[in-house]
Structures are given as structure tokens and as C-alpha cells.
């Protein structure tokens, strides 16, 4: 994940104007001109030895001062940001200039401790960035939260903070702030965001199964290996009809193993009617036929099945309660679902993606 590429720095910070001409000796003259001119060229060897040459030939404050700007317009130029930033903070550079170029230099101690001096939100930023390179997710998730107190909940900033919490084990924060940014946006692209998080990490493959359907109904699913994962979830979970749309829409190919799947499917669609009657009479088997029925669009059916697993109070209850909510959501009964969500316990490892159902229903 590449949140933080998204905060960039303002190229205005890191831009370092070449000094205004001055009285100076021939020499240091003719050394700030070649720097100048290998910095055109981006001739790092060339600037280095440039501004050695006025430096070794500097004798007084406004020679040194000026060799120090061309210094750092010149490092800057060719990317040697911390040979730019030393030689600017030798002549007093403002603070907004001299963090951004120690950043890029990658010396995150020294650029986080201007930054914290400086006043702006641009400084904000950087802290921000600058703990979560280090890998600092606390300290992140205290500047993403500093910045947010300070400009106002822009989504930027909320992405970013949801990233640091996701990267930090903070699963109450994390949804907390992605419920704020589905909240005001509920876009497929805010969606994929959020979910393909959560599609890496380890779940149970009910939880996964789920999770697919919840991809697949906000229209984030894109590549064909999620779908076919889908699919055959779907099959193991004897929701046919579910694998058999999944593999319908992302193109059955010549390959072997996907004709075999796409058959598999066909076939169990045919039955899937009759099964679904016959393994909801029995509380033992209600989950399974719950599923058989979802597949088939039934809702009513599903909600009847899933509720005889739930009364069963069998080691399938929270399965059942997830697909319960599924069903209703997708039979427009929001806030049966809802209730239905909140219902599923931690410990089944369901709760995670109960609660970004429950996201999901809360925007319908």
C-alpha cells in the first residue's frame, strides 16, 4: 500500500532559486558559473567540484554566503539534497526549506526535528510522512490525527491515518476512520481502497467467502484470479449459482482447470433448488441450504434457513449470522442487517468483515 505517495511535498518547498548576482572575487565568480552550469547539465561530479573551488576560494561573509546558496541550488539539482540542506543551514535557510530537502536526503531524525520547529501544514505532512517511513505507525497515526485537528478531516489526511491504524493493529481506529470516509463517499474506489486491505490479510475462508461477496457487490473485484478464488469459495460454500456468476463474468477460458470449475458450477446450479429445500429442513444442515438459497437470489428463503442455524446455536452461528446479513442487505432490509452484524462474535472470526458489511448496509 502507497498511501503515503499520495502526500507529496510541495515542489515549491524543494525548489531552491539560484542566488542573485554579487560582488565577488573572479575567482569564486568563475567556480558559482561552472556550478551553475553543471547543475543545468544535472553534472554531479561537476557541481561537487564547482563548489569546492568557491568555497577553497571564498574570503569573505558574502562570498561564503553566496557559494552556500549556489550550493544548494546546485545539490538540489542533481538530487544531493543533503549536501544542499547543510550548506543552506550553514547560512540560515528558513525552516520550510531546509526539512523538505533533509527529507529527500532521507535523514528522517533531522527533518522531523525542523518540522516540528516549523509553523505550516506542509510541516504537519512531513512529520506524518516521515514516521510512517520509518515505520513509526503510532507516531503517524498521532501526526495524521494533529493534522486532521489542525485543517479540517480531509479525505487525504483520513486516508492516511486509516493506513497508519491498519499498519498498526488498531482495528477499532481503523474502521472508525474508514466508516468516516465511506460515510461522505461511498465510491467504488473508496471501497477498493479499504478492501484490498483487508483481502490481504490471513481469514478464515468463510470470512473470505464474504469478504469476495462484498467485493463483488460493491464492483471492486477486477482481476480474474480474485473472481476464480471466488468461485471456487463459492462451490466449497454450495453457493453454485454464486461461483457459476463470478466465473460468467470474469470470462471462462480454454485453460483445463477452467473449464473443469465452469462445468463443476453449471452442474451444481441445476441442483442447487432441490438441495436448498431439502438441507434447510434439517437445523443441522439449515447453513448450508441458508447458502444454496443466497445463491439462488432467494433472500426470503436464505433468511429463514440462516435463522433455523442461528436458533441451533451450532459451531456455524456466526457464519450464519454474516450470510443472514448478506441476504438481507441484498433483500433491502437494512436495518435487519444491521442488527444481524452486530450479533457476530469476535472469537468466530467473522466480526472484521461483519462489520464492513455492516459499513456497507449503513450507506444503502
Not at 561573509?61 to 547543510?86: C, D, L, N, P, S
Not at 473508496?190 to 468463510?206: D, I, P, Y
Amino acid at each position: 500500500m502507497k498511501i503515503d505517495a499520495r502526500l507529496l511535498i510541495a515542489a515549491s518547498l524543494l525548489a531552491v532559486a539560484a542566488p542573485a548576482a554579487a560582488a565577488v572575487s573572479p575567482a569564486v565568480g568563475k567556480a558559482l558559473n561552472a556550478a551553475a552550469a553543471a547543475a543545468k547539465s544535472r553534472n554531479a561530479a561537476g557541481v561537487a567540484a564547482a563548489i569546492g573551488q568557491a568555497r577553497a576560494a571564498a574570503s569573505t561573509a558574502e562570498e561564503r554566503e553566496k557559494t552556500a546558496q549556489m550550493a544548494g541550488f546546485a545539490f538540489t539539482a542533481v538530487g544531493q539534497y543533503g549536501q544542499a540542506a547543510a550548506a543552506l543551514e550553514q547560512v540560515g535557510a528558513p525552516c520550510n526549506q531546509l526539512g523538505p530537502l533533509y527529507y529527500r536526503a532521507g535523514q528522517m531524525d533531522k527533518a522531523v526535528a525542523i518540522a516540528r520547529k516549523c509553523p505550516g501544514e506542509a510541516s504537519q505532512i512531513m512529520v506524518a510522512q516521515a514516521m510512517t517511513r520509518q515505520g513509526n505507525h503510532k507516531a503517524a497515526i498521532a501526526a495524521y490525527n494533529a493534522l486532521i485537528k489542525s485543517n479540517g478531516p480531509k479525505a487525504i489526511y483520513l486516508e492516511n491515518l486509516s493506513g497508519a491504524q491498519f499498519k498498526a493493529g488498531d482495528k477499532a481506529g481503523y474502521l472508525a476512520t474508514t466508516t468516516r470516509l465511506i460515510k461522505s463517499d461511498p465510491s467504488p474506489n473508496r471501497w477498493k481502497v479499504l478492501l484490498t486491505e483487508m483481502q490481504g490479510q490471513n481469514m478464515r475462508s468463510e470470512a473470505k467467502l464474504a469478504l469476495y461477496h462484498l467485493m463483488f457487490t460493491t464492483g471492486t473485484l477486477a482481476r480474474k484470479e480474485d473472481y476464480h478464488d471466488f468461485a471456487k469459495l463459492a462451490m466449497i460454500n454450495g453457493q453454485a449459482a454464486v461461483a457459476k456468476a463470478a466465473l460468467d463474468k470474469s470470462g471462462v477460458t480454454s485453460d483445463a482447470m477452467d473449464q473443469k470449475l465452469a462445468a463443476a458450477a453449471a452442474a451444481a446450479v441445476a441442483r442447487e433448488a432441490p438441495e436448498a429445500l431439502k438441507l434447510s429442513a434439517a437445523p443441522a444442515t439449515a447453513f448450508k441450504g441458508g447458502n444454496a438459497y443466497l445463491g439462488l437470489n432467494d433472500y426470503a428463503k436464505a433468511i429463514a434457513a440462516y435463522d433455523k442455524a442461528i436458533a441451533a446455536k451450532g459451531n456455524d452461528i456466526d457464519y450464519a449470522r454474516v450470510f443472514k446479513g448478506i441476504a438481507a442487505t441484498r433483500a433491502g432490509q437494512k436495518a435487519a442487517a444491521i442488527a444481524t452484524f452486530k450479533t457476530v462474535e469476535a472469537k468466530s472470526g467473522m466480526k472484521d468483515i461483519a462489520d464492513l458489511w455492516s459499513l456497507y448496509a449503513s450507506t444503502r
